[in-house]
């Protein structure tokens, strides 16, 4: 796959000082062409990236291109969906170690981490504030917009770029206009981040604050029912706001977004507005969020995007935007006059970015979400999620000193599980488990509430590695 055409580089620089040799041994080819000229072309295997140049000569034009594999005689005949020890070799977290923290960070492939690399040096290269920089900056931008609007099914208008869940969700909770007895409905598994943000807003602008048991519904015989009917059942006629997680990051349940929208947009006496906390949900859903109805989702790229820490994003609906005011404002939220002065904001999502960005992020996650593409498509990507899921949740529960939270086969790439002390879980067992896993090189971690070990399986996951831990369980609970 080129890639070149995404990261903007056009600018003549020699091979050896985009792929220093710290970053690992370098393979070169050099292929004459008819006219006696040559292209050479340089792979680096631990970058998973590689350049070409053509002509002669020590400086020449160079073009930035991404091998899905080296081309050796070995894989030349392997797809990634055959060969996925060969694929996760691109991810360097990977190595040597059973990695199930997707849903804390995910691991970043080669590609991406060589994008942060080469797009830093390309702006140095130019000079960090120019023209030329300027534009090629605001183009890594929209390309991003462009590629997370595909992944989420929405258009690159309707998206702000933010540096995380977090941020994301703080701009419609800051930008709505909160009159005093408005209510604010949460479930009872949001991360305490959005809990401390919903509070501080009820504390500053009188609005009313509650919860609705959404925990509770992930065994009942149908979650999906039971989780509108436990948000109908809390909703009041002040409710102005409803926030959950689309996947609960403790239990791993998917929610019904579609139905929750549903439910709030035809409340009486108003209609209710939601936000979606899809810190897991992005990278692991097939996602088409205007058939949702959900006015406001908030995400990041650093976990099942597996792109770096920093960068993030919100979708708002085109009917909510002139109902979210920019809190934050710099010279990327507003559109100016001849004179350069502030005369009004950007028409869509990008009123609510604000300044100077770290862009070399960008370009790293529009690689990242390339290199999941290269595997297959999301759908097919989410049903080995839930297979890989299925498989590692049956053989806990097989396990007489283990108990998955959930009874019933998991739909998300989420699996928590209580280890039990006669009869009851241990928080004390959790911790030793997780701590002595790690030291064996199997990363997973405690959850506080419900008190459980979570382990998490991405589409590039083993089914080797699910029984290596569950085998590394037995041996560490045995002691």
Excluded at 61 to 80: H, I, R, Y
Aim: proline letters at 6%; glycine letters at 8%.
């Amino acid at each position: 796959m080129d890639v070149s055409g995404a990261l903007g580089i056009t600018q003549d620089i020699a091979l050896s000082e985009v792929i220093p040799q710290s970053l690992g041994k370098r393979q070169y080819r050099r292929t004459p062409s008819s006219q006696g000229a040559y292209r050479e072309t340089t792979e680096s295997p631990q970058m998973g990236i590689g350049f070409s140049r053509e002509g002669e000569g020590d400086r020449v034009e160079l073009a930035l291109f991404q091998p899905c594999f080296m081309n050796t005689a070995k894989t030349a005949d392997l797809s990634p969906r055959t060969d996925l020890v060969h694929y996760r070799q691109q991810f360097p977290a990977l190595a040597a170690k059973h990695y199930f923290n997707y849903g804390g960070q995910g691991p970043m492939p080669e590609a991406a981490i060589a994008a942060l690399e080469t797009t830093q040096r390309q702006i140095q290269q130019q000079g960090p504030f120019s023209n030329q920089v300027n534009r090629w900056l605001g183009q890594l931008g929209a390309d991003l917009r462009q590629s997370l609007g595909s992944e989420l099914g929405v258009g690159a208008d309707t998206l702000t770029l933010t540096e995380n869940v977090t941020v994301g969700c703080n701009i419609p909770l800051w930008g709505l206009d909160w009159q005093a007895g408005d209510h604010i409905l949460m479930g009872d598994c949001e991360h305490p981040g959005i809990i401390a943000t919903v509070q501080e807003i009820g504390r500053r602008f009188g609005v009313s604050v509650s919860t609705c048991p959404l925990m509770a519904t992930v065994n009942q015989a149908d979650p999906d029912q039971a989780a509108v009917d436990v948000i109908a059942a809390h909703l009041q006629p002040q409710t102005r706001l409803v926030v959950v997680s689309h996947i609960l990051w403790n239990t791993g349940q998917v929610l019904p977004l579609t139905a929750i929208a549903d439910l709030c947009h035809h409340h009486q006496p108003r209609s209710v507005l939601l936000l979606a906390d899809a810190a897991q949900s992005v990278g692991m859903l097939p996602l088409n969020l205007e058939e949702t109805g959900v006015d406001f989702y908030a995400f990041t790229g650093h976990k099942w995007l597996c792109g770096p820490a920093g960068v993030g994003g919100l979708y708002i609906a085109p009917a909510a935007l002139d109902q979210v005011r920019p809190t934050f404002i710099g010279w990327r939220s507003v559109t100016n006059d001849s004179s350069g002065h502030p005369i009004g904001f950007q028409p869509n999502g990008q009123q609510y970015e604000v300044a100077t960005s770290d862009y070399p992020l960008y370009a790293s996650l529009n690689s990242a979400i390339a290199t999941h593409a290269e595997w297959g498509n999301p759908q097919e990507r989410y049903q080995r999620i839930c297979q890989l899921s299925q498989t590692l949740w049956q053989r806990l529960g097989e396990q007489p000193n283990l108990r998955p939270l959930r009874t019933t086969p998991p739909d998300s790439g989420l699996i928590s599980f209580e280890v039990l002390d006669n009869g009851e879980p241990s928080p004390a067992l959790h911790k030793h488990l997780v701590n002595q896993l790690e030291a064996q090189g199997s990363l997973l971690r405690t959850l506080l509430y419900p008190n459980c070990v979570r382990a998490c399986l991405h589409y590039f996951s083993l089914e080797t590695e699910i029984e290596a831990l569950v085998a590394e369980i037995q041996e560490v609970l045995a002691v």
